[in-house]
Nanobody, 127 residues
Framework: QVQLVESGGGLVQAGGSLRLSCAAS????????MGWFRQVPGKEREFVAV????????LYTDSVKGRFTISRDNAKNTVTLQMNSLKPEDTAVYYC????????????????????WGQGTQVTVSS
């Protein structure tokens, strides 16, 4: 497994931007597809975005398409989520997660496929 630490959360007004980062430990970062999920208290954790091992493929949940961008830097063992045009409904705890993949192109949006998780970072968007 890989150890993950998120950073970059905070409070922002609607329409603003935040950039979340996730730092991974170890030398095998490029063997993982990386994803972001979010959870609101009382609700199930939901998929936000995922990126394949070398960044070739990405996938987003419909509600963030055109506003969020996921990217990764395998040399620095980091994955980022750039969040623009934020809305109050984006308020949640955001989690970074790693999914070990043999294929460079495969990725999943299912939580059960991710075996390493960060501790989460709070994002609050005020109206």
């Amino acid at each position: 497994q890989v150890q993950l630490v998120e950073s970059g959360g905070g409070l922002v007004q609607a329409g603003g931007s935040l950039r979340l980062s996730c730092a991974a430990s170890g030398r095998t970062f490029s063997t993982y597809a990386m994803g972001w999920f979010r959870q609101v208290p009382g609700k199930e954790r939901e998929f936000v975005a995922v990126i394949s091992r070398y960044g070739t493929n990405t996938l987003y949940t419909d509600s963030v398409k055109g506003r969020f961008t996921i990217s990764r830097d395998n040399a620095k063992n980091t994955v980022t989520l750039q969040m623009n045009s934020l809305k109050p409904e984006d308020t949640a705890v955001y989690y970074c997660a790693a999914d070990r993949r043999y294929s460079a192109y495969d990725m999943s949006n299912r939580q059960e496929d991710f075996d390493s998780w960060g501790q989460g970072t709070q994002v609050t968007v005020s109206s």
